[in-house]
Structures are given as C-alpha cells and as structure tokens.
C-alpha cells in the first residue's frame, strides 16, 4: 500500500471535513457497502474521456475505492455541478497514464501508487 493506513484515519477524521467545508475539491458522494449511510469524500478526480479518473493514494482497500465498487456507482460534485459516475473499474499505471492529458502531473514514484480507479459518466 503506498501510504501507510494511519494517515488515511488522520485524513478521514481531520483534513477531509476541512477540504469539504472549503469548496475547493471535488467531492465523491458514495454509499457504504455495510453501513448504507451516504460518505463525501474529497478527491483529485481528473477528468478523462467518458469519465473521470482517481489517483488511489491509500490503494483499491481503501473504503471508500470497495464501496464505489460494490455500488457500481458514485456521484461527483465538481464545478459547482454533480455528475452521475458508473462502471468503476481498477486500472494499472500503463492505462491511467494514457487518459490522463500530458498537462496533468503524474503521482511521485516514491509514492509506488499502482492502481487508479475509473469511471463512465452517465448520460
């Protein structure tokens, strides 16, 4: 896992609500897969041909990555707007680096982050 599980409790209790309450990042709204209470997560979702890509810092066990698999679905507030997100599906670095546009920078390889997770907008 390229960050360690404690700092992702740290982000979950202190620096998400933060990022939330700011506006500034788009947020993933999802479905717990054993609770089925609605989450906001904040993000970096990039924006890729049909959808959107997510950079998995904490890696595909985080809860948030399991329920959005289990649901088969998300919605994402970005822009002001909230868009309708299905078929997420693990992708490897070789087809995360191919839809993401030249302009958007790369995760650190000292990170050793190895899967993104995408998705299909809906129409």
Not at 13 to 23: D, M
Not at 45 to 66: C, K, M, N, Q, T
Not at 83 to 88: E, G, K
């Amino acid at each position: 896992m390229p960050m360690p599980i404690w700092w992702g409790h740290v982000n979950k209790r202190v620096f998400n609500p933060r990022a939330i309450a700011g506006g500034k990042w788009p947020v993933l709204i999802h479905v717990g897969r054993v609770s089925g209470a609605t989450h906001h997560t904040p993000l970096d979702a990039h924006p890729v041909e049909g959808g959107y890509l997510f950079v998995l810092v904490y890696g595909s066990r985080s809860d948030w990555v399991r329920n959005v698999l289990a649901a088969d679905q998300a919605r994402l507030r970005v822009g002001g707007k909230e868009v309708r997100l299905t078929a997420p599906r693990l992708v490897g670095t070789d087809e995360a680096f191919q839809a993401l546009p030249p302009e958007v920078s790369r995760p650190p390889k000292v990170l050793r982050i190895t899967e993104f997770l995408r998705m299909d907008l809906t129409t």
